[in-house]
């Protein structure tokens, strides 16, 4: 009798275990994605309105950008959406919004800037990481990133057009020098605009990271429409 209650017990305890798994799972699968996607969507709704009711982007404390030939802005504010990214490769609907910092709480919001890199548009390295997987897996195509790939980006006033220089670039999390001005193993020969792309690896861990290097290929202000690499 007894030995039989025990395997009882037992069962019971595996069970519900185990369904206590499945309920983790799901929320990291599922809820986890539908509270990033409504965050994002708010981000963009936010940035959105912030231009429609000034002429210059909300987040940089109202002066021009570098990309203008003008004097550069102060950093972005910590949280705040400045920015909204689309990447054509990964789908006609993928866009999302690019909020200052790389802290746990912003990069569930979005993509995150690294704030000890420039601003958009600026000479040096604009660089943003972003989740692979949980969140809405923002960056979960990120290996199909090719050389010649459209990286557009918006801050309400002009559009940035950069182009992915070589395939993903793996590396170790330590590898701190990925988002210096002029990454080392980028390929880049000297000062330039640059965007860096990074992201977990691999796909449901977080022991490497995923790098791909971008240049500035060209701008367009806002008012003459969107870049012919988003029509295409």
Aim: with cysteine; hydrophobic share 35%; proline share 9%.
């Amino acid at each position: 009798m007894t030995v039989r209650l025990i395997v009882r017990t037992f069962s019971e305890v595996c069970i519900t275990a185990g369904t206590l798994i499945v309920l983790f799972v799901a929320y990291v699968l599922f809820w986890t994605g539908v509270k990033a996607d409504s965050a994002m969507d708010g981000e963009i709704g936010r940035l959105r309105e912030g231009w429609e009711q000034a002429p210059v982007p909300i987040g940089t404390n109202d002066r021009p950008s570098q990309a203008a030939g003008l004097p550069a802005p102060p950093p972005y504010r910590e949280g705040r959406p400045f920015a909204v990214m689309y990447i054509p490769r990964f789908g006609e609907q993928w866009h999302k919004p690019v909020l200052e910092g790389t802290g746990t709480g912003t990069l569930k919001k979005g993509l995150g800037h690294y704030a000890r890199t420039t601003w958009l548009g600026g000479t040096g390295n604009f660089s943003v990481a972003g989740h692979r997987r949980t969140h809405g897996d923002p960056f979960k195509d990120f290996p199909k990133l090719r050389p010649g790939d459209a990286v557009v980006l918006t801050d309400g006033t002009t559009w940035f057009t950069y182009r992915i220089s070589r395939k993903p670039y793996r590396t170790l999390p330590s590898d701190v020098g990925v988002v210096d001005p002029v990454p080392e193993k980028s390929g880049f020969n000297g000062p330039g605009r640059y965007l860096t792309l990074t992201t977990c690896e691999p796909e449901w861990g977080h022991s490497h990271r995923l790098i791909a290097w971008a240049h500035l290929d060209a701008t367009r202000p806002v008012a003459e429409g969107e870049p012919e690499a988003l029509r295409s």
